[in-house]
């Protein structure tokens, strides 16, 4: 048995993450998944936020997902998820912040903004974070290859990717699709849903339709205004 426990839950983006992670460098581990409505004390223990994933290899204990991603990283260097050159090393990074700082916050607004004001916001912050995705990102590292630095997967492109399984969320919910300017985006997301890692700890459609119609506030996904 591996001396590495994953602590996740399935509903999880940032979950996904690290699952991905885990597969792609073909790690042994033990997966423990966890009801973030009834937490056990020894996750807690773990991770000392309450939130997954976190991780225990041996005695060392890390929570958060982007950290506990770069140690991986370094401590299991095969295969790479992010490039060598330090150059590319620090766009890459960059990258993966503006998943978290931008793009992450810009859908959720979209999803889940409390009013139709926030949720028209939300909508027009998120296509203007998909061109900018598809202009200075893809647009400029892919080049011929179907991944963000072309033939590479890498931790920019699994930072990414839960959110885009979550898309049908907001086809159904709010009536979006994908921009016709963004076909680089599009060729991107079908060559990272069809990897075996990816498909290992995907969920489908109708888990995300059923849940997000309860989050929500009603049957339809229209969310309630809040006085």
């Known amino acids: 048995m ?10 999880s983006t940032f979950s996904q993450r690290t699952r991905v992670v885990l597969l792609e460098k073909k790690i042994d581990f033990t997966p423990i998944e966890i009801d ?21 290899h041996g005695d ?5 997902s982007a950290v506990i991603n770069e140690y991986l990283e370094e401590v299991f260097p095969e295969p ?15 990258w993966i912040d503006y998943a978290n700082t ?15 004001q926030e949720q028209e916001q939300g909508r027009k912050e998120f296509i203007e974070a998909l061109l900018y995705i598809e202009q200075e990102g893809l647009g400029k590292f892919s080049g011929n290859g179907p ?8 931790l920019v492109d699994i930072s ?5 399984e979550r898309l049908p969320v907001l086809e159904h919910f709010r009536k979006f699709t994908l921009p016709a300017e963004t076909p680089r985006l599009l060729q991107w997301w079908n060559a990272v849903e069809s990897r075996e890692s990816v498909q290992a700890v995907a969920n489908p459609v109708s888990f995300y339709l ?10 339809n996904g229209v969310a309630v205004a809040q006085k």
């Open 160 to 164: 990414f990717y839960p959110w885009f």
């Open 102 to 116: 931008r793009f992450v916050p810009a859908f959720n607004k979209f999803l889940r903004g409390k009013d139709a």
């Open 36 to 56: 973030l409505q009834n937490k056990p004390s020894d996750f807690t223990q773990v991770s000392r936020y309450g939130k997954v994933p976190a991780i225990k």
């Open 60 to 64: 060392v204990e890390i929570y958060e």
């Open 210 to 219: 059923e849940r997000f119609a309860k989050v929500l506030g009603e049957p």
């Open 80 to 94: 790479a998820l992010l490039p060598h050159d330090p150059t590319t090393k620090a766009i890459a990074r960059i």
């Open 2 to 11: 591996s001396n590495l426990q994953l602590y996740f839950a399935k509903a």
């Open 147 to 154: 991944y963000w630095f072309g033939e590479q997967f890498s």
